[in-house]
């Protein structure tokens, strides 16, 4: 866990690389990020369980949000998402 120096010092030092960095988003001990437009939705009726080592293509869908057409997580669901940055982290 890192301070809100630590992480400044740590974007300073290019060992955390964040863009667009919106300094206002820095906090205490972490960073706000936005939330992207692109979502994984699993269709889990598909598949009895999740193998992480076999090839299992229709598990997720992929669903893109628009101001058109906004994306809507309900109760109880889960999904992957992006972020409107991009992050890097050193080793």
């Known amino acids: 866990m890192l301070s809100d120096v630590d992480i ?3 974007i300073k030092d ?3 690389e964040i863009s667009p960095l ?3 988003f820095i906090q205490p001990s972490s960073i706000d990020l936005r939330i ?5 939705v699993f269709e889990n009726h ?3 369980h999740i193998d992480p080592k ?3 293509e229709e598990l997720t869908k992929l669903v893109t949000a628009s101001t058109k057409e906004p ?7 889960f999904v992957l998402g992006t ?3 991009k992050v890097t982290l050193s080793n």
Do not use: C, M, W
Not at 36 to 40: I, L, P, S, V, Y
Not at 71 to 77: K, M, R, S, Y
């Open 8 to 10: 400044k010092n740590s």
């Open 14 to 16: 290019n060992e955390i």
């Open 22 to 24: 919106i300094e206002e």
């Open 36 to 40: 992207g437009e692109d979502f994984r």
């Open 46 to 48: 598909k598949y009895s």
């Open 54 to 56: 076999a090839k299992q």
């Open 71 to 77: 994306f809507v997580l309900h109760p109880g669901e």
């Open 83 to 85: 972020t409107f940055e």
